[in-house]
């Protein structure tokens, strides 16, 4: 009879641990979906999506939390604008070209405290990250290296010299190579505060011919 009743207490004691932890499981589901949610209306009602957001392109790539207190809720969103750049952009010259955005949102007791786009603009603020430091060309031309010896497995050569070979009259952009045995890096960049660099990587020998950007934060783009 004792053994009876130790099993019923038992199986109760566990229905309810079982209960307990689907009902937290199911708390925690739904303050995620209205942690996201929040991030969402967010986007919707900032600058940059209110000017000319793509509707329906709205994609929930990450969420995750901070080990922090208290908790920062990350959730990390893909967007498409029908032009580029960020924030309002009425008045200004654009390119009228379906960009797509990628924009990190922190979110801390409900509130929005943090959100980047891009890496590049703080869209609750209205502004132009400053990147601590920026590329030296070397930086660059290392960086675009790196990304074919990974993509391409290549063993690039270490000595390079380097010559500048902006045309003649040419204001606002720059063009240097790197040249190297067989190899030559090519880099053109507008003089801004925040260029993009075009790259070009030829070899004579082979014939092998590679062109993408770099960022000024230093990401690899292949065209």
């Known amino acids: 009879m004792n053994m009876r009743k130790t099993l019923i207490a038992a199986l109760v004691l566990s229905l309810g641990i079982a209960s307990a932890v689907m009902y937290t499981s199911a708390l925690q589901n739904q303050k995620n979906l209205d942690t996201e949610q929040i991030a969402i209306n967010f986007l919707k009602n900032g600058a940059t999506y209110s000017f000319d957001g793509i509707e329906d392109s709205i994609t929930i790539l990450d969420y995750y939390m901070l080990e922090s207190y208290p908790v920062q809720h990350v959730v990390v969103i893909s967007f498409d604008t029908a032009h580029a750049g960020w924030g309002d952009r009425e008045g200004t010259f654009i390119a009228q070209v379906i960009t797509n955005h990628v924009i990190r949102i922190t ?95 030829q070899n004579t020998s082979t014939g092998f011919n590679w062109s993408g950007t770099v960022t000024s934060n230093g990401e690899v783009v292949e065209s």
């Open 107 to 201: 979110i801390v007791e409900g509130e929005v405290v943090s959100a980047v786009i891009d890496d590049q603009w703080d869209e609750l603020n209205q502004e132009q990250l400053i990147p601590e430091e920026y590329l030296q060309l070397e930086e660059v031309r290392e960086a675009t290296l790196d990304y074919v010896t990974e993509h391409y497995q290549i063993d690039f050569p270490g000595n390079w010299i380097s010559t500048v070979t902006t045309p003649e009259n040419l204001v606002g952009a720059s063009t240097i190579q790197y040249i190297s045995g067989y190899w030559t890096v090519t880099i053109s960049y507008p003089v801004v505060q925040f260029p993009e660099y075009s790259v070009s990587i």
